[in-house]
């Protein structure tokens, strides 16, 4: 009898742990890398200096927490705008600016749209995110999110920087497994920067096609001396 796989939450966490740190080390030009060991926690939460939420629904539903230390987030924000080009000098300075909220969201934005297609495309099933959510959150305050999750799990990840700053990823979903049966068919990866790359074959050579005139149509030009 052949053998079933199971895959569970922990593998889960994995792909978006994966997807997390390909982002971020593209984004930035910089090597984000993540801890070998995985916390089980009770709860998740929102915790200073700056702390971003995505809840995803679909096929299983959770909630996706990055939380952030100063250093970490000026770090990021910083690499991501120099390495798109930006001048150092005209960047924010203080995790507190708007703009540095924004690239967090932006980054957590793309980072949690890589997770949905690698896990619509290796489970064969789909989720939707909402969008990105930042609060700039000072040292008294923890935020709680409800997620109404009937079997919460909860996980957290240690991620470092260039720079060895550190910030967490923290996920809540439902306690669920995925069932891999013998006759799971693998999807073939859709490759879109191997489609631009594609040259389109050349236009094919029109021949001119020589049409004999009609005898009448000879007749009437030699009439008027053509």
Do not use: W
């Amino acid at each position: 009898m052949a053998r079933t796989k199971t895959i569970t939450t922990d593998d889960i966490l994995l792909v978006l742990c994966n997807s997390m740190k390909s982002v971020l080390s593209s984004a930035t030009g910089r090597s984000v890398n993540y801890s070998g060991m995985v916390q089980k926690i009770n709860k998740t939460c929102l915790k200073p200096d700056i702390g971003c939420f995505v809840l995803f629904d679909g096929g299983f539903s959770g909630l996706v927490i990055l939380n952030f230390n100063a250093a970490a987030a000026l770090e990021l924000y910083t690499d991501y705008m120099t390495n798109m080009g930006l001048p150092k000098d005209e960047l924010a300075t203080t995790h507190t600016a708007d703009e540095v909220s924004d690239v967090m969201g932006e980054l957590m934005n793309q980072m949690v749209g890589d997770f949905t297609g690698v896990i619509g495309h290796e489970l064969h099933t789909s989720i939707t995110q909402n969008q990105p959510k930042m609060l700039t959150i000072n040292k008294q305050v923890l935020l709680s999110i409800d997620t109404n999750l009937d079997r919460p799990q909860a996980r957290r990840v240690t991620f470092t920087t260039a720079n060895n700053n550190i910030f967490y990823l923290e996920l809540a979903m439902d306690k669920t497994e995925f069932i891999k049966l013998p006759n799971f068919e693998e999807r073939e990866k859709f490759d879109i920067d191997a489609l631009f790359d594609e040259k389109p074959n050349p236009p094919e050579e029109k021949t001119e096609s020589h049409v004999n005139k009609p005898a009448a149509d000879d007749d009437l030009l030699a009439e008027l001396g053509l």
